[in-house]
C-alpha cells in the first residue's frame, strides 16, 4: 500500500509486472486513468472545493481477505487523515 503526494503528478506509474492485454491499451497515458492534474484544476477553478493532498495505491493481489481486512481500512484511515469526502476508485 502506498500514499504518494498529488502535486506534482506522477509522470508515470509501473506497470510492467501487471498482466492485460498490452497489445490492446497501454498506461502511457497517466492522465487517463489517475486524472490528478484534472483535479487540481477543478479545484483551482472553484468547480470542486478541493482536492486530496494525496493519492492512495493497494497491490493488485486479488484478495478479497487482504482488501476488506488490510487494504480497505488503511485507504480509509489514509481518506480521513487527508479530511477526503469522497473517492475515486480505478482498477489498474
Same mark, same amino acid.
Given at each position: 500500500?502506498?500514499?504518494?503526494?498529488?502535486? /506534482?503528478? /506522477?509522470?508515470?506509474?509501473?506497470?510492467?509486472?501487471? !498482466?492485460?492485454?498490452?497489445?490492446?491499451?497501454?498506461?502511457?497515458?497517466?492522465? +487517463? !486513468?489517475?486524472?490528478?492534474?484534472?483535479?487540481?484544476?477543478?479545484? $483551482? +477553478?472553484?468547480?470542486?472545493?478541493?482536492?486530496? /493532498?494525496? !493519492?492512495?495505491?493497494?497491490?493488485?493481489?486479488? +484478495?478479497? +481477505?487482504?482488501?476488506?481486512?488490510?487494504?480497505? /481500512? $488503511?485507504?480509509?484511515?489514509?481518506?480521513?487523515?487527508?479530511?477526503?469526502?469522497?473517492?475515486?476508485?480505478?482498477?489498474?
Amino acid at each position: 500500500m502506498y500514499a504518494e503526494p498529488a502535486v /506534482p503528478p /506522477p509522470a508515470a506509474l509501473y506497470t510492467d509486472d501487471l !498482466f492485460w492485454d498490452k497489445q490492446a491499451t497501454h498506461t502511457k497515458d497517466v492522465d +487517463s !486513468f489517475l486524472p490528478l492534474g484534472r483535479l487540481a484544476e477543478y479545484a $483551482q +477553478s472553484g468547480r470542486i472545493a478541493s482536492a486530496s /493532498p494525496r !493519492f492512495y495505491g493497494v497491490p493488485t493481489d486479488y +484478495s478479497q +481477505s487482504r482488501t476488506i481486512d488490510l487494504y480497505g /481500512p $488503511q485507504i480509509l484511515k489514509w481518506c480521513r487523515d487527508d479530511g477526503v469526502d469522497a473517492a475515486v476508485l480505478f482498477a489498474l
